[in-house]
């Protein structure tokens, strides 16, 4: 029952990534964590599999209808690239708990579902046809836009090598306020960056952690065969209105993320004042048993 319900949840994670052309992905961690019982290092890894395929499959139409940024994407890929392999080896690392990384990616969701929720308000009423190009940003203050394009892209890097997130929530404003690329072609490139970084994350791991294949490959497929039901659908169901219902939809599953995870940080911090004073008594026993007596 609990396999059914986790691929059943793998096919919404696919039709809202069709629906919404992105965000959608997040959900794959906590499935994988709280449903299929993975555990979370694993699960990150797994979840890298998974965004980096739904997004190539995601960027071959951008690709045939030439929203696609090939030059931007090998500029700000080869930062992110970098970021997500460093990422993943930090994760590795045996002072990266796994309660800190969901706690990580407990507020990466925060942050996305705030955006898609602010951008949503903030757009104007247009049409279909142009509601991409009405979503509204922050015009950033700089002088040297590259240089905050490839730091960005280090940081979204280490973001998607820690927690297994895309970071397109990142990543298209990115493109857009300091790369000059249109909203359309950000999409696109977003999507085809996410593939790239998620092959770098995936190597950062590789070696150092057990993945279930068979639960990756069943999970992709059937995430993907949702992506293109949502698609279909995206034409009878008006966007900003699902991506603001989304945002607040992402708010709860945050929450929920961070209160389980803030439960493991209390009992850590528990067990480790609980073994100093063991530590203590048998260092005593150890001393009091090389003196001589």
Known sequence: MIWIIGHFLAVCIGVSLGLLGGGGSVLALPVLVYVMGVAPKSAIAMTLIIVGTVSLLGSIPHARRGNLNFKTAVIFGSATMLGA????????L???TSAFQMTLFGLSMLIAA???IYRTSKSKPVSSQDELDAVEYVKPVCKYCWLWLMTEGIAVGVLTGLVGVGGGFAIVPALVLLGNVPMRQAIGTSLLIIA????????GYLGHISLDWNLTVSFTFLAGCGTVIGAYLA???PAPQLQKSFGYFLLVVATFVLVQNRDSLQGLKKSSTQQQPQNA???GRQ???GMPR
Not at 87 to 92: D, K, V
Request: aromatic fraction near 10%; charge should be neutral.
């Open 196 to 203: 790239c970084n998620s092959v770098a994350g995936l190597l």
């Open 287 to 289: 001393i009091s048993a």
């Open 94 to 96: 045996p002072l990266i």
């Open 85 to 92: 392999y460093f990422g993943a080896r930090i994760a590795t």
């Open 281 to 283: 008594l048998s260092d």
């Open 235 to 237: 034409q009878f169901i």
């Open 114 to 116: 705030g955006l898609m």
